[in-house]
């Protein structure tokens, strides 16, 4: 005898969707209750199906859920907000792939409210921003890094404990040293990089717009992001490999 599905009511953001069978989806969902869980749409690559945008990345809305053993239904869902705007811009849409990949990554090891919240956050900043993506990307980066138990030390040197003037990324653990503490292998973050990230913890994404980037500086934090998440992570982010400098 079958168990009985229970429904339950959540939002949450659409991380990935997969093809499954015919016309069914199975989405990665980053919810505001249950964290990132997965469940599949039935029907939903028919041309007339009503919950279409619902099994597309970057869909924020409140999902109705038929939860079974082997995988929650998606029974209905109402949109919250749209960030259709983000798969207009090359530039967004790269940048908003990386913030959902990271949730998937962090997603199951961090607290729940906290990261969703700043996702919201994140995603909203960047479908009004025109220019300077990157910047939104650096910003949720350093959250994740606190959320995650791997909070930066932007004032003084992880081993020496002294002001720094300049930065090193440590390569076994990540964290940020002067240059007289950082061993073979370290990764210099400059100057310019180091002074913005020290000025944009301290801001909310409603902010971020006083602050400007150079091509050079973006390109210094694709790569900042990147060794960060090698090392904290195991693995890169497959969305940034697909920039260009």
Known sequence: MGVSAKSVVTQGVVLSAVDYLDNDKIVSIFTQDFGVISAKI????KGNAKLKFAALPFCYAQFNLATREEMSVITNAVEVE????????????????AILELVSMV?????TEVLFYALIKALHTLAEFTTHHSIVLLRFMLGILKV??????LQACAKCNKHMKEAFVEPKNGA????????????EVSSELFDMLRGMIKVDFDNLGQFAIT???????????????????????????????
């Open 148 to 153: 995650s138990g791997y909070q930066l030390n």
């Open 82 to 97: 749209s960030y259709f705007k983000l798969t207009q811009n090359y530039d967004a849409l790269i940048i908003g792939s």
């Open 215 to 245: 091509k050079l500086q973006e390109k210094e934090a694709f790569l900042f992001v990147q060794k960060l998440c090698d090392i904290h992570y195991g693995r890169l982010l497959n969305s940034l490999k697909q920039v260009m400098f």
């Open 107 to 111: 997603g199951p090891s961090c607290e």
């Open 42 to 45: 039935k029907g939903v690559k």
């Open 176 to 187: 940020l040293v002067c240059a007289a503490c950082a061993p073979f292998g370290a990764v």
